[in-house]
């Protein structure tokens, strides 16, 4: 398989690429989210990608957003020193499929990878064509060389529905998507913030809007 590795730290990074090489994987490595936006979303995508979430430039989990926006839908496996179940439910949230606390086995996370592998299926929804493009360095939505900032609800908001091309996101995932597990949010704050979303799309002259389904969620058209 070809595994897409972003990993800051130089000692983790090294041993973790030589085990799966070891394993008869091919690696590419990212230093920092702004790396791995670039190396995974280009042509052809990992079958697996790991990322750490406590990247120097950005949030691992809003560089997964802007991987599946982008349209990679390889599976990810976090790593973190943040083990605590509302971080691995944002973890989740964000479009992650499995999860791994640092410090870990070396020979644990490649089973994991080499599952994750096995079970991945490549979906058959087409890109959305918008060239529209997160930004996880400095959360911001970018079109055309247009560039918007984003607040972190915003951003994650966005990203959760960008992921889904074609399709709706159900109004619960992008809550999930926005704010942390547990957090009590009317239907009234999720569309204010939609409203804002889609007057930042305008913003940069978007080809798409933001449209909510009612009774359902949130999709781009």
Not at 31 to 41: I, K, P, S, T
Request: with cysteine.
């Amino acid at each position: 398989m070809r595994i897409g590795l972003c990993e800051d730290d130089p000692a983790i990074r090294r041993v973790v690429t030589s085990a799966l090489r070891l394993a008869d994987h091919d690696c590419e490595v990212a230093h920092d989210g702004r790396e791995a936006l670039a190396v995974f979303a280009a042509e052809p995508h990992p079958d697996v990608v790991i990322l750490d979430i406590g990247l120097p430039d950005a949030d691992g989990r809003d560089i997964c957003q802007a991987l599946r926006a982008a349209g990679v839908h390889a599976p990810v496996l976090f790593l973190t020193a943040l083990g605590q179940v509302h971080e691995k439910i944002a973890g989740f949230a964000a479009g992650g499929d499995d999860y791994l606390p640092k410090p870990f086995d070396v020979k644990e996370l490649v089973v994991r990878v080499e599952a994750l592998g096995r079970r991945a299926t490549r979906p058959a929804a087409p890109p959305t064509g918008s060239g529209l493009r997160l930004d996880p360095a400095r959360h911001a939505l970018v079109f055309d060389g247009a560039e918007v900032g984003l607040t972190p609800t915003e951003y994650r908001m966005l990203g959760a529905i960008a992921a889904r091309p074609g399709e709706v996101a159900r109004r619960r995932e992008v809550i999930a998507a926005g704010w942390p597990d547990g957090a009590i949010v009317a239907d009234n704050t999720v569309d204010a913030y939609a409203a804002r979303i889609r007057r930042k799309l305008k913003k940069v002259g978007a080809p798409v809007q933001l449209e909510a389904i009612r009774g359902v969620g949130f999709t781009l058209r």
